[in-house]
Each structure stands twice: as C-alpha cells, then as structure tokens.
C-alpha cells in the first residue's frame, strides 16, 4: 500500500518503522517545522524527519495543511495529491486535518490514538490518563473525521496501568503497542475486513495540553491523587514543588500509612516526607533548580531539609 505517514515526536517514529518494514511503500512523510532548543537555540528535527531521512523518504514540514493558516499549505495540498497515497497514517502528528486532505486517499486517513476512545480525545491523553488514577489505558485505530479524534475506530489494544506505572513508561509501551496496531489495521483495511466501530459521546473526556500551572504540585490535595499526579507527568514535563523561591522537580514519590495534623506541604520528617491531605508522601527522585535529576538519598546529601520546612512557596 503507498502511504503518507505524518507524525512528529519520538511516539511515532516506532508506527513509521513498522510500516516500512511491513513492506509499504512510504511515499512521504509530513511533519512539524523544526525548532530551536536547548540554550544555543540550534535547530533540531523532530524524532520522525529523523526517522524519515535514516529511511530514504522524502519530508515534508509545512507550518499547517489549512490555506487560511499558511502560505505552503496550497503546495503542500498539491504535493499530498500528486504523491496519490492509499491511505495517509496520521500519529501525534500535531495538526487537525482539513476536509480537503481527508478526501484525498482511497482508503482515507487513519490515525493511531493512544487511549481507549472515546475516553480521552485530545492532545495529552497518556499523562491524563495516569493524573486520573486510570486502571488502563490502551492504543485505538480509527478513520479520522473533522473533529478532535470523533472518527469511526477500527482496532483496540488495552494495557493494565499498575500503580507504580508513570507517564513516559506507559509512553514506550503503548507506542510499540501503536506500531503492531497500525500494521494490523492496513492489513485488515486492505482486504476489506476493517470493523467501523462509531464514538459514542456518553463516556468521553478530554485530555487538554499541559500547562506549568497543572504540574504544580498542591499538597492540599488527597496524597493518593498528588501520587497519581505525579506520576502522570513523569518524565515530563514533571511535577514540580517549591523550596525556598526555587523550582524542586518531583519524578517519583511513595505513599505512606503515616497520618499527620501538620499544615499541607510541611516536612513532617528530615527525608522529604511532606504532609499532604493529613497523610505523608514521600518525594523520592527530584531535580532542584539549576542541576540534574537525583534520588532524595543524593539531594538530602548536599541539603539539609529539616522536619517543619515548608514547601510550595
């Protein structure tokens, strides 16, 4: 089958390698702009125009596919229409794609979610997922339609989220998940024995963008649902808590028995176990401002953080 493949971050990259491996003929891949990072500002690919380039296929980066958006999306249209794709495989690409693409491939455009839909449509389902204390999540093919991830689905796989489970692992698992997914799905689209399983609206919710204010961490809250928290934005883009004027990056934390009357975000001992909706939680893998990530055993080495020291301020 002659495919488009779009996609940007690291997630897609396994969906792309799987396709070319399944023998698909990868005509173009299409991905977001390259930006600049880290402090020299230089430009960097993203993880599928890596991918892409390692393969042999042309790339394509045009700022949006709408024609009101942006000045390349007309040649980026005649480009998709020219190349004539089978089917275009849309995953994380970061774009919502106009009518006018999805009526350009026979089989349509099918786009690999990492959730169980219909619950968490949206742009950061995997972290919302975990923050909400979810018992499973899983990876869903579909046929897109205009709307934010709303189209007929094809295929589900699910994984069990055990309580220790963070973000970035359940990222790794459900991205291989993803790539065997996707394969599957073409094989059954092409011999026409793709199911077309229509959304429901009844037990949906959405999985908006992250912002820093969310991964503040408020100690007010049940220590269950600060553990779930952080673990939900782990590894990035992280938790966080603060000491003394400065940023504590939070990866990890363990829940205790310990009951406390102390004030939320107190110390309620010398080894990072702070008080948190009258239970202690204790903060076990941190990265203070301005250094690397380290165990609570390697921070408290280099810093004293006595019982009754406040955070959050």
């Given at each position: 089958?002659k495919i488009?493949?779009m996609?940007t971050?690291?997630?897609?990259?396994p969906c792309?390698k799987?396709?070319?491996?399944?023998?698909h003929?990868?005509?173009?891949v299409?991905?977001?702009?390259?930006k600049?990072?880290?402090?020299?500002?230089?430009m960097?690919?993203?993880?599928?125009k890596?991918c892409?380039?390692?393969?042999?296929v042309?790339?394509y980066q045009?700022?949006?596919?709408r024609?009101n958006?942006?000045?390349d999306?007309?040649?980026?249209?005649?480009?998709?229409?020219?190349?004539?794709p089978?089917?275009?495989v849309?995953?994380a690409?970061?774009?919502?794609?106009?009518?006018?693409?999805l009526?350009i491939?026979?089989?349509?455009c099918?786009?690999?979610h990492?959730?169980l839909l219909?619950?968490?449509?949206?742009a950061?389902p995997?972290?919302?997922?975990i923050?909400n204390?979810?018992k499973?999540?899983?990876?869903?093919?579909?046929?897109?339609?205009?709307?934010l991830?709303?189209?007929d689905m094809?295929?589900v796989d699910r994984?069990?989220?055990d309580?220790?489970m963070?973000?970035s692992?359940l990222?790794d698992?459900?991205?291989?998940?993803?790539a065997k997914?996707?394969?599957?799905?073409?094989a059954k689209?092409?011999?026409?024995t793709?199911?077309?399983?229509?959304?429901?609206?009844?037990d949906?919710?959405?999985?908006?963008?992250?912002t820093k204010e969310?991964?503040?961490?408020d100690?007010s809250?049940?220590?269950e649902?600060v553990?779930?928290m952080i673990?939900?934005?782990?590894?990035?883009p992280?938790?966080?808590t603060m000491?003394?004027?400065?940023h504590?990056?939070?990866y990890f934390?363990?829940k205790?028995?310990?009951?406390?009357d102390l004030?939320a975000?107190?110390?309620?001992?010398?080894?990072?176990g702070i008080?948190?909706?009258?239970?202690?939680?204790r903060?076990?893998?941190?990265q203070?401002?301005?250094?690397?990530?380290?165990t609570?055993?390697e921070?408290l080495?280099?810093?004293k953080?006595p019982?009754?020291?406040v955070f959050?301020e």
């Amino acid at each position: 089958m002659k495919i488009v493949f779009m996609g940007t971050p690291d997630f897609a990259v396994p969906c792309l390698k799987a396709l070319s491996e399944a023998g698909h003929e990868i005509a173009a891949v299409f991905t977001q702009p390259d930006k600049p990072k880290n402090r020299g500002h230089k430009m960097m690919p993203t993880p599928v125009k890596e991918c892409a380039e390692a393969l042999g296929v042309p790339v394509y980066q045009p700022v949006s596919l709408r024609r009101n958006k942006s000045e390349d999306a007309a040649q980026a249209i005649d480009e998709l229409k020219q190349i004539a794709p089978d089917c275009i495989v849309v995953v994380a690409y970061g774009q919502i794609l106009p009518r006018e693409v999805l009526d350009i491939p026979k089989y349509g455009c099918i786009n690999v979610h990492a959730s169980l839909l219909p619950r968490y449509r949206g742009a950061a389902p995997i972290q919302h997922c975990i923050i909400n204390g979810e018992k499973e999540s899983g990876v869903t093919t579909m046929y897109m339609a205009e709307g934010l991830d709303t189209g007929d689905m094809i295929l589900v796989d699910r994984i069990a989220i055990d309580e220790r489970m963070t973000a970035s692992v359940l990222h790794d698992r459900l991205s291989e998940m993803g790539a065997k997914l996707i394969v599957e799905t073409l094989a059954k689209v092409a011999d026409g024995t793709a199911p077309r399983i229509p959304q429901t609206d009844e037990d949906t919710c959405y999985a908006s963008m992250l912002t820093k204010e969310m991964c503040r961490i408020d100690f007010s809250q049940p220590a269950e649902k600060v553990y779930d928290m952080i673990r939900g934005l782990s590894a990035s883009p992280c938790a966080f808590t603060m000491l003394e004027g400065k940023h504590l990056k939070v990866y990890f934390a363990e829940k205790t028995d310990v009951k406390t009357d102390l004030p939320a975000g107190t110390a309620a001992d010398d080894r990072l176990g702070i008080s948190c909706g009258g239970s202690v939680l204790r903060l076990t893998d941190v990265q203070p401002e301005g250094s690397r990530r380290m165990t609570a055993d390697e921070y408290l080495r280099g810093k004293k953080v006595p019982a009754g020291t406040v955070f959050g301020e």
